[in-house]
């Protein structure tokens, strides 16, 4: 007689971490030995991975320094393998820049990337294309940091000369100058709204969450229904742990824009930390519907919750789909052995239900 077995939710759940737990022992090498790693030390168990692109669009084939840059923790140098590969691992929660602006042939390169947690069960991977452009008559000027901008019409002369300047400062890394200057910005033009809001952007960016928030609630009671300030002020009161208040803000802000994916993630995200993981689930699949391919790791955030469930065809559809999205990812043999089990436990006969 066959022995029929049952594996309960619970274990499936202890199985993917027992498995995903061999991804702290990564130092070295990575992904098969394809890829070498920079190892932060940074406190948590997150990977920045990415690949750098020529201006013709292929990979480069050469090494190439690259530096992931904190206003908490400083510079850390890292470099691109023979393909154009890079990976950062250990990384903690917080706002980093990588930054590629020793190459005399190219102009210099920043983008801005922004880990949420320390820790999870499955650690996080963020995903960066960075594609080099000649640098024009052998000079280059500093990429400016992207954030979400507002409108500014009617904004006075001298108030938006001064929010000119502290974008300069900005993308030489100056925060607390740029700060100053748009501080100065609102004195001359109190209604600034993008002042305030850029404002909160910038202490995002420091980590300063409480100055954020003041900043960005400042922009709201101006004009309450600013896209802009909203989502920021929702990102901010998410990392500050505040997931009630932050809830109610992504709730404005998809009223101001329905279509927002990025309020759909955060709002999934939120509902996840309050324990309400099937409005989660609804939340990143709309995110995932409107923009498939950008983000990515919320398949991964949604085969968190399959797991939990034990619906291990959806575990091994979300990990799938992540990992076609993100064939790179430093930890793709452990979420494979992953779905090679969620696949096993599809196939376990499950016992006859009494009538």
């Given at each position: 007689?066959?022995?029929?077995?049952?594996?309960?939710?619970?274990?499936?759940?202890?199985?993917?971490?027992?498995?995903?737990?061999?991804?702290?022992?990564?130092?070295?090498?990575?992904?098969?030995?394809?890829?070498?790693?920079?190892?932060?030390?940074?406190?948590?168990?997150?990977?920045?991975?990415?690949?750098?692109?020529?201006?013709d669009g292929q990979p480069i084939n050469t090494r190439m320094s690259i530096r992931l840059s904190s206003p908490t923790w400083g510079d850390i140098l890292g470099s691109t393998d023979d393909s154009g590969r890079f990976v950062f691992s250990g990384v903690g929660s917080g706002v980093y820049t990588i930054v590629i602006d020793r190459e005399k042939d190219f102009e210099p390169v920043m983008r801005e990337v922004e880990v949420i947690r320390a820790r999870s069960t499955v650690p996080e991977t963020y995903t960066v294309s960075i594609r080099l452009r000649p640098a024009a008559n052998g000079s280059s000027n500093a990429a400016k940091p992207s954030v979400i901008s507002a409108s500014n019409a009617g904004v006075p002369k001298r108030a938006m000369d001064l929010y000119q300047k502290a974008s300069r400062l900005a993308s030489v890394k100056d925060y607390e100058g740029a700060i100053k200057q748009l501080k100065l910005a609102v004195t001359k033009y109190p209604?600034?709204?993008n002042a305030h809001n850029q404002i909160g952007v910038l202490y995002l960016?420091?980590?300063?969450?409480?100055?954020?928030?003041?900043?960005?609630?400042?922009?709201?009671?101006?004009?309450?229904?600013?896209?802009?300030?909203?989502?920021?002020r929702s990102i901010a009161l998410f990392r500050l742990a505040r997931y009630r208040d932050a809830e109610i803000v992504l709730r404005e802000t998809l009223k101001a824009k329905a279509e927002s994916s990025v309020a759909y993630y955060y709002l999934g995200r939120t509902l996840n930390k309050l324990g309400r993981n099937d409005e989660a689930e609804v939340a990143y699949?709309?995110?995932?519907?409107?923009?498939?391919?950008?983000?990515?790791?919320?398949?991964?955030?949604?085969?968190?919750?399959?797991?939990?469930?034990?619906?291990?065809?959806?575990?091994?559809?979300?990990?799938e789909t992540y990992l076609r999205l993100v064939p790179t990812a430093p930890d793709a043999a452990d979420l494979r052995k992953v779905i090679e089990r969620s696949k096993g436990v599809s196939a376990t006969p499950q016992p006859d239900r009494k009538p």
């Open positions: 007689m066959v022995s029929k077995t049952r594996i309960s939710p619970r274990c499936l759940l202890l199985l993917g971490v027992v498995f995903l737990s061999s991804m702290a022992l990564a130092s070295a090498q990575i992904a098969g030995g394809l890829t070498e790693t920079t190892n932060t030390r940074l406190g948590g168990n997150n990977y920045i991975v990415g690949t750098v692109f020529s201006p209604a600034f709204v960016q420091l980590n300063h969450l409480d100055r954020a928030d003041e900043a960005l609630k400042a922009a709201l009671k101006i004009k309450p229904d600013a896209y802009e300030p909203l989502i920021n699949l709309t995110c995932i519907k409107m923009s498939p391919d950008e983000f990515k790791e919320a398949h991964r955030l949604l085969a968190v919750i399959y797991l939990d469930r034990g619906a291990a065809p959806r575990v091994v559809e979300e990990l």
